[in-house]
């Protein structure tokens, strides 16, 4: 950055000519968080196992920025999946400096209600899911000698909380996966991070309605909204976090 010019320096954004990855980008947080990285200058590849209308949707707002977008029908739970999406980021921009495990499901149920297959699922979409696609971009970072990866909590992960014992359980591991990886990638100048939101999303929505059947009404939360969110995620994503690492960060209303 040194040869660049003052005036122009100050025009370029935190994530400028860095090329992201986000899961679950079709909607709610994966789409907030893939705004702000194309408005910080990166260039994203959003992917999302279904609903490929609203993938493309995203594609253009991010292309409407003036920076460059792929939108990727991708499965995490299918390594062959997450290996073709990170090769067509390579082919595409030849680097990947920032990951986002965001994709998730929800289904909430008292716990004896749980099934073997619902367990499964969850378990899988969000543990396995992180595990794949993190796993599939450690040796281009390594290569690049720099990378950010970003996982997704819950605080129910921490405090517990009712219906979502599958939920939680991925969740925990997910926090569990990050500090160890961030010890073992850290000589490699890659950085692990979690972030824990309160988010206002449809998944919310749903845990919400189903706790109101069967806990009656709630007190009103101050759920964040998605776009509130996005700044903890271009913080960790950036130089300003060069040398945060391992760390879980709850972002909620007071």
């Not at 893939?34 to 993938?55: I, K, N, P, S, T």
């Not at 499964?120 to 595990?131: R, S, T, W, Y």
């Not at 990866?149 to 359980?169: C, E, M, T």
């Amino acid at each position: 950055m040194a040869d660049v010019p003052d005036g122009l320096l100050a025009m370029m954004g935190k994530l400028e000519g860095q090329v992201a990855i986000v899961t679950g980008g079709s909607r709610g947080i994966g789409r907030a968080v893939a705004l702000a990285f194309a408005r910080e200058g990166a260039c994203v590849a959003v992917a999302a196992a279904h609903d490929q209308v609203a993938l493309r949707d995203v594609e253009r707002e991010i292309s409407s920025l003036q920076s460059q977008a792929l939108a990727v029908l991708a499965d995490v739970t299918r390594r062959a999946d997450i290996d073709q999406l990170v090769r067509m980021v390579v082919d595409r921009w030849g680097r990947v400096d920032v990951l986002v495990n965001n994709a998730g499901i929800i289904r909430p149920a008292p716990l004896e209600a749980i099934t073997e297959n619902q367990w499964d699922e969850v378990i899988a979409v969000h543990l396995k899911g992180c595990f794949n696609c993190t796993q599939a971009v450690i040796p281009i970072m390594k290569r690049q000698r720099r990378g950010k990866i970003i996982n997704v909590a819950a605080p129910s992960a921490l405090r517990g909380s009712f219906g979502v014992a599958d939920y939680a359980a991925a969740k925990g591991g997910i926090i569990a996966f990050t500090r160890n990886a961030a010890n073992e990638l850290k000589r490699h100048n890659i950085q692990v991070n979690c972030i824990s939101p309160v988010a206002d999303t449809r998944m919310t929505e749903v845990l919400t309605s189903f706790r109101r059947q069967h806990l009656g009404e709630l007190p009103a939360h101050g759920f964040v909204p998605p776009e509130a969110l996005a700044f903890v995620f271009v913080f960790f994503a950036s130089s300003d976090s060069d040398y945060v690492t391992g760390q879980v960060l709850e972002v909620s209303r007071p």
